[in-house]
Nanobody, 126 residues
């Protein structure tokens, strides 16, 4: 299984930007569908977006469309989440996840992923 480590979280004012990274190791990165999820205390992990192993266009949650962009560099084994026009409601712990050959249609289901990072905190102040 691939091991995942997120980085890039922090405190930012509303309207600002952050870029998160998710570095993978121990697997053939190009075989993995990679997802981003976020979680606030007391709630389940919500889907943010995903990029599939097949190279299809990324999938995004409606709440972040047009503001967030997912990309990946398979040669570096890294996925990115560029977050622009941040809102206080974007606050949470952001997790990356991976599953080998997961389909795009299933990529919004956290239970479909077999590997998870430790999470990185994003706080957006108003």
């Amino acid at each position: 299984q691939v091991q995942l480590v997120e980085s890039g979280g922090g405190l930012v004012q509303a309207g600002g930007s952050l870029r998160l990274s998710c570095a993978g190791s121990g697997g053939i990165f190009s075989r993995y569908t990679m997802g981003w999820f976020r979680q606030v205390p007391g709630k389940e992990r919500d889907f943010v977006g995903a990029t599939t192993w097949s190279g299809d266009t990324p999938r995004y949650a409606d709440s972040i469309k047009g503001r967030f962009t997912i990309s990946r560099d398979d040669a570096k084994g890294t996925m990115y989440l560029q977050m622009n026009s941040l809102k206080p409601e974007d606050t949470g712990v952001y997790y990356c996840a991976a599953d080998q050959f997961l389909t795009k249609s299933a990529s919004d289901n956290p239970r479909a992923y077999t590997s998870w990072g430790q999470g990185t905190q994003v706080t957006v102040s108003s």
